[in-house]
């Protein structure tokens, strides 16, 4: 242990938080989580609620495996990780539940399939295992920030060109309907977000050429 | 002639290396190789010469596809007036149509070539043709009463995302023009399909494909040979089997469609819906659609034209022979398959090409590892008798 303690938001705990928002965002670069940024992307109403459960899951989650890293053995790691995932997910659902009734019911199975994601199981095997709590709690913040991002943006453009509405307000004025303006059904469909997914990726490339594979 | 020559002479250090239109360089390509064949030669590698390029190769089906677009163009308007009760010439029926198609065609080939242009500029490469044919199809394919900023949107979606995020021309996996259709299918279904659409300015006019997804009686279905001649409402293009059929023969002469696909989506579909005929009395018998007369699949909707114009694109289709006989068999089964089958979708051709264009590649995948197991194994028997 180094005697001389490092403050909170050193600029390397700073970078924890930052950089899956951007560079190594779990959903554009990774390309992890993308069931669930198909799925619950309709509406930004669902899909803000949705950010936020994965959001305290992955906080928390790694900050618990991070404070039992030490006395996990390594044969049995992969189902502590998936207790530990497991119970908070399903106090999310509870709390869904209890608070915001609607809105679970719109995210249905998906809630409980927050396990099967794989940032979750990502940052706790990647990172979590192998650091103290603070970078942790840090690290879960910035990771499910970032794919929180990405799946507002997407529900953002699809609400408002499939629905005509962002956050359940009508934004389009009446009279583009009168003169013909149709809201776009495909917009809602499943392959849509994958194709809204894909234009972010493309967008994101496109400005950082470094992300370029070969 | 030469008057143009010498003025595209005179202007072209504009556009080259250095000049100051540099970045129009690729607009400034396409129009000068459009005009006149490429004086380019190559400086390594095969030296053959064929003046059928690209841009004849796309030439020469639109070639095809204008008897196919005025025939389109006088049915739009003889549907029409009939839909109205209204006594018409065949010049009034002509200019009605032409007032509803021509802006179609115009608003797909303003979209669609800007937005390659456009792609071409940025990165650099020449403004490839394959959109003189996609531009042509898509008003083809699409109701006469489609409103115009649908076409738009529909032409700018099947461009950016069917076309050029795959990196343009050639490397596309899915038709453009059936991806237009998809796109507008999908997300406007009301303008899409029902019995509302296929007939300009009328209440209504069912299609032969309509009326059998209600499950009409067959008696109520325009005669065999006002389907096969084209008299029926519909998509504007997809009407007329008989100027598709020459169409097709055309491109079949020109080798430029493949008659291996063409005669195989046919053969698979009529397979499919003999079939249909047999099992219908046992399996389905209030099923109308699986009575119906196996040939009739073959003249009514969009088979006999995705057959001919879409099945056969050469750059989404299979590529090897045996591949082409397997890709095209399927389409016509799949495109029976869901017409008959699934009451959701009227029209199974256009999802049939679309799924059959991603399994294309796949196709020829195992084809080509067929051929090579063959003669592996070819060589190790010679090899044995050998030693």
Known sequence: MSSTREPLFSSKNIKLLTTPLGRENPITVQVLGICSALAVTVKMQPAFVMAVSVIAVLAVGNVVISLLRKTIAPRIRIIVQLVVAAALVILVDQILKAFVYDISKQLSVFVGLIITNCIIMGRFEAFSMSNKPWPSFLDGIGNASGYGLILIVVAFFRELLGSGTIWGYPVI?????????????????????????????????????????? | MNAIRKYLDKIKPNFQKGGKLEYLHSTFDAFETFLFVPNKTTFSGSHIRDYMDMKRTMSMVVLALIPILLFGMWNVGYQHFIANSVESGFWANMLFGARKVLPILIVSYVVGLGIEFAFAQIRGHEVNEGFLVTGFLIPLIVPPDIPLWMVALATAFAVIFGKEVFGGTGMNILNPALTARAFLFFAYPQDMSGEKVWVADALSGATPLG?????????SLPSPSDMFFGFIPGSVGETSTLLI????????????????????????????????????????????????PAYYHLIIGGFAFGAVYMATDPVTAAQTNRGKWIYGLLIGILAVLIRVLNPAYPEGMMLAILLMNVFAPLIDYYVVKANINKRLKRFQKTQLATT
Not at chain 2, 211 to 219: G, I
């Open chain 2, 211 to 219: 009326k059998l997804m209600v499950n009409e009686p067959l008696a």
């Open chain 2, 245 to 292: 059929l020459l169409g097709g023969l055309f491109l079949i002469y020109t080798g430029i469609a493949s008659w291996k696909i063409i005669i195989s989506v046919f053969a698979g579909g009529y397979a499919l819906a003999l079939l249909f005929n047999f099992l219908g009395p046992i399996i389905a018998p209030e099923n109308v659609y699986m009575a119906m």
């Open chain 1, 173 to 214: 004025p009446q009279f583009l309907y009168d003169i013909g303006y149709k809201d776009n059904g495909l917009m809602i469909l499943p392959p849509m977000a994958l194709i809204v997914v894909g234009t972010i990726i493309w967008v994101q490339r496109a400005k950082v050429k470094e992300l370029i594979e070969d």
